[in-house]
């Protein structure tokens, strides 16, 4: 019983503001944003199985075992691994003080401090590529380039939204081999990316 709330658990919010179920739709934040890319659900279940298959580790709470699992997704190196666990541990010592902890929060907890590691720190190559190519192409400050990208931030920007989960599947493409995917990524992020500097560019239009 606790295994299959689990299971729904890794569905549920590996899926969600991301992916589509059953098919191989990217979703931005809301749905009226998407991106259909072949084979994208295949990598998604693969992601997905790399909780699913370790969950004995989580049940034993061998939480650093758990997400040592997880180096072999790009950019998260031994170092990051720990800064993770180390966050989780203090998260951990505030949820003992509540009557109402149990497992699958415990799981929700882990779950989703993996996954914002995983998308932020591949989003922030694409914000660098975009900062790159509006100094290439103005004499803005890069001060007044993140002004106006934190403004689309705020607004919940679809080519922002769009882009950010491209990152992010672009991300688990390569950690899972599927390089013909990751290709298709590179060149939907450079499209967005531009969607975006022009924004940037002329943000009053």
């Known amino acids: ?51 699913n298959e370790n969950l004995h580790l989580f049940l034993e709470g061998k939480y650093l075992e758990f997400l040592k699992h997880f180096q072999r997704i790009k950019g998260m190196d031994e170092n990051y691994i720990r800064e993770i666990y180390q966050d989780l541990q203090l998260k951990f ?65 679809e080519n922002v939204s769009i882009l950010y989960n491209i990152s992010y599947l672009d991300t688990l493409a390569e950690s899972f081999n599927y390089m013909k995917v990751a290709h298709i990524c590179k060149i939907q992020k450079s499209k967005f990316i531009n969607r975006i500097v022009k924004l940037v560019l002329s943000p009053n239009k």
């Open 93 to 157: 010592e505030t949820l003992e003080e509540s009557e109402n902890i149990n497992s699958v929060i415990v799981y929700s907890l882990v779950l989703n401090s993996l996954i914002s590691s995983i998308r932020d720190i591949n989003f922030g190559e694409s914000i660098r590529e975009i900062k790159r190519r509006v100094l290439k192409n103005s004499n803005i400050h890069e001060n007044k380039i993140q002004e106006e990208l934190d403004k689309l931030f705020m607004r919940n920007d």
């Open 1 to 51: 019983m606790v295994l299959e709330r689990l299971y729904s658990a890794t569905d549920n919010l590996i899926n969600q503001q991301f992916y589509k179920e059953k098919s191989d739709i990217i979703i931005g934040r809301t749905p009226e944003i998407s991106l259909k890319i072949s084979n994208s659900g295949q990598i998604v279940r693969k992601f997905k199985d790399l909780f």
